[in-house]
Structure formats: structure tokens, C-alpha cells
């Protein structure tokens, strides 16, 4: 598959090389891992002329902007990739091992792109055998993690100050809400940040094959978190495109992100992606796994989908969203609704299901499946395949009744 040069992307001249006027990128250090280096977004009080006071720091802000954005002054080469963060602390676990060249999925599809882009080339690494990479499994075995660290000191930021009720008095009355469920204590700690991992109620997407990534967690006692959707199409997009659209979805503040890309190049586009990606990335993999069979959604197949997830598995998707809960019988419940089935994969499922007159593979072989994602610590998504999609739909409370 023939791949285009990555364009140089200028970004010193534009917002996204500081989405916020009087501020700077600061570091906050690690306590049980003094090599952690948590980055923030330091907010500085303005002088009279309009430039920042540096010596009169007002708050310091959560950031998802990475390592590329420090500054019009420091604009990394996308064709570089940006640092591996991670790598050290996996090693350091001793359970995971390098994937020999010739077995590897994604370097077959990558071959040609890797000549030209050398420095975008990564060794992927798995489970070795009987091992157990996920954040998951350290959680439940008492384990904090550097990652565990790292989330706690992103998550802390300005909790102290916003507990205080001389500073913020109408907290107070704002947070008189119905929680649903939720139990935010005033101090994020990396033990807290453990035990919700270990209980389920909360994920960090990181897998081993990612280690730019800054950890950050997705639950329902953390900080609300934003996904922004990016992707090529057939009809256009070129690589640099997708990496820039990844830069503006960081400056603004997306914290993680989906390449749903379903044109040329997808594997191209993805590892430029993921190795200038500081947040998550996830992909739909069904998506990927119709373009191998050319769009003939008969010609689906759980050999060719395994293929696909080994191969974004390798490059370092974080999570896939997999809708593994749309079955055979299912598809009828959307026959008499005014918009159908509005979710693509969802969609091709039910298709195939009614084609071949079988149970959907995902669901099948949805043990094969874990198993896959657990040898890289790939996080779940499980897509929402019948959801409405029009408010008549959505008060259909006979198709509500039957789902359930």
C-alpha cells in the first residue's frame, strides 16, 4: 500500500501551540515515583500591557495538550513521534515481551509507510505467557502503579482550593445535586485511584504498545472526560489532515481520542496517530475489518476481525469499541422504528447476523476476545448498537420493555 509523506505540520504560529493566553506548561513531581512528571497548564495573573505576570501563578489546570505543545518556542516533527513516557515503567513490570519482527501483524501492513517514516516505528510487546498486563489486575492485586500516580495528581488539581468555603462559598449549594451514585472525596489519592480501578467503577486505558501516553482514568468518581471523533473517509482526508485534527482535538482539551477512520491508509493514518497521541486512542474495529472484505458485510468473518484487532492492538489502540450486544433476535426490535438501527456497527452486525442466519461472532467468541485485549491491556467499549435515534424512537417503551 503505497503511503504519502507526512507534511510537516507548522503549529508555533497558530492556537495550538498555547490554547490558553498567559499561561505555560509546568510539571508537578511524583511522591512514590519521583520520575513521574504530571504536566499542567500554569494560568499566570496579566500585567497591565496584557503579557503574563510569571512570578504571580493563579491556578494550575489540568491539561491534555502532550509534550508538542510546551510553547510556540518548542514545536516537535510529527515525523519524530513524541517521547515514550511509559516505557520505563513497563519494563520495570517484567511481564510483557517483544513481538519478533516477523510475527508481527502490523509491521506486514506498515512495511513501505516505515521506510519513509523510520522514527515511527515501535517494537510492539504482549503478555508473556501466564502474565497479566492490565491496570486491572495490579489494582485488584494492591498494586499502585506509576499510571495509578499519575492520574491522582492530575485528578487533585484544584480540589483543595475548590473544597475551601471561604474561597468558593456556592460550591456548596452546586453540589447539593443528586449524585447518582457518585463518591468524590475532597483528595484524590493514588490508593483511591487503585481501589476504583480494582472495584470496576473506573478504567485507564494504556496499552503496553502506547507507552507515549499520559495516564489518565474514566470513571464515575473522576472528572468528567471528552472524546472527540476524528478519521479519514474514502472520499477524503490525508494522514497530516488526521494528525493535525488530533492536535486541535488536544489543544482544545479532548481526552481521548477515536480515529474512525474507513478510508486509505488506515493503518498509516493510525500509527502516525498513536505515536503523536499523549491521550488514548480507540477505534471501531468492525469498521476496518469491512474495508478487508472489500464492504461485503457477508464476507465478515471472526478470523478476519482477530486479524484486525491484533493489528491495532500491536500499533497501541487503547480501547475498541466492540458491539458485541447486538444478537440474532435483536435486530427485529428496530423493524417498526421511524430511523432504524442508526449505529454503523451496529448496523453491520444485525446485517450479518440476518445474512448468514447465525449469533454475531463478537458475541461468540466474545471470551477469545478478552483474552486478545487483556495481552496488551486494551480497555472495552461496549458500543451502544440499538440506540434510538430520533426521539420517537427513544419513547418507544414497548421496544424498551423487550431489550430489557
Known amino acids: 500500500m503505497a503511503s504519502d509523506k507526512i507534511k510537516d505540520i507548522k503549529v508555533g504560529s497558530s ?69 515514550a513516557l511509559r516505557t520505563q515503567w513497563i519494563e520495570n513490570r517484567g511481564d510483557s515481551e517483544e513481538i519478533p519482527e516477523e510475527n508481527c501483524l502490523s509491521f506486514r501492513a506498515l512495511g513501505e509507510f516505515f521506510i519513509n517514516h523510520p522514527k515511527l516505528k515501535r517494537k510492539p510487546q504482549k503478555a508473556l505467557p501466564g502474565k497479566n498486563v492490565t491496570q486491572l489486575h495490579y489494582a485488584r492485586k494492591g498494586i499502585i502503579t506509576p499510571e495509578m500516580e499519575f492520574i491522582a495528581l492530575r485528578e487533585n488539581l484544584l480540589r ?12 456548596e449549594n452546586r453540589l447539593k445535586g443528586e449524585g447518582f451514585g457518585a463518591r468524590i472525596p475532597l483528595e484524590i489519592t493514588p490508593e483511591f485511584v487503585r481501589a476504583e480501578v480494582a472495584a470496576g467503577r473506573a478504567i485507564i486505558p494504556s496499552n503496553i504498545n502506547h507507552p507515549e501516553l499520559e495516564p489518565m482514568a474514566i470513571g464515575r468518581n473522576f472528572l468528567v472526560k471528552i472524546n472527540a471523533n476524528i478519521g479519514n473517509s474514502a472520499l477524503s482526508s490525508s494522514i497530516s489532515e488526521e494528525v493535525e485534527k488530533l492536535m486541535w482535538s488536544t489543544t482544545w482539551g479532548a481526552d481521548t481520542i477515536m480515529d474512525l477512520s474507513t478510508g486509505k491508509q488506515i493503518h498509516e493514518t493510525r500509527q502516525a496517530i498513536i505515536r503523536n497521541s ?24 471472526f478470523e ?101
Open 15 to 83: 492556537a495550538c501551540s498555547s490554547p490558553f493566553p498567559n499561561s505555560k506548561k509546568n510539571t508537578i513531581p511524583g511522591i512514590m515515583y519521583p520520575d513521574i512528571k504530571v504536566p499542567v497548564r500554569t494560568i499566570y495573573k496579566a500585567k497591565p500591557d496584557g503579557s503574563p505576570s510569571y512570578d504571580e501563578p493563579l491556578i494550575d489546570l489540568y491539561d491534555t495538550t502532550g509534550p508538542l505543545f510546551h510553547g510556540a518556542e518548542d514545536v516537535s516533527d510529527v515525523n519524530l513521534g513524541i517521547p
Open 160 to 171: 483543595k482550593e475548590l473544597a475551601s468555603p471561604t474561597k468558593y462559598p456556592e460550591r
Open 278 to 301: 499523549p491521550i488514548p486512542v480507540g477505534t471501531v474495529p468492525i469498521y476496518q475489518a469491512l474495508e478487508k472484505v472489500n464492504g461485503d458485510v457477508a464476507k465478515l468473518n
Open 304 to 404: 478476519v476481525f482477530k486479524e484486525t484487532l491484533t493489528e491495532q492492538a500491536e500499533q497501541g489502540v487503547d480501547y475498541f469499541t466492540i458491539h458485541a450486544g447486538v444478537l440474532k433476535d435483536f435486530a427485529a426490535l428496530a423493524k417498526n422504528r421511524m430511523t432504524g438501527i442508526v449505529s454503523r456497527g451496529g448496523s453491520i452486525m444485525a446485517q450479518w447476523c440476518q445474512i448468514h442466519k447465525k449469533e454475531s461472532f463478537l458475541y461468540t467468541h466474545f471470551e477469545e476476545i478478552c483474552e486478545l485485549m487483556k495481552s496488551y491491556d486494551i480497555a472495552f467499549s461496549l458500543g451502544d448498537g440499538l440506540r434510538p435515534g430520533s426521539v420517537a424512537d427513544a419513547n418507544d417503551e414497548a421496544q424498551i420493555a423487550e431489550l430489557k
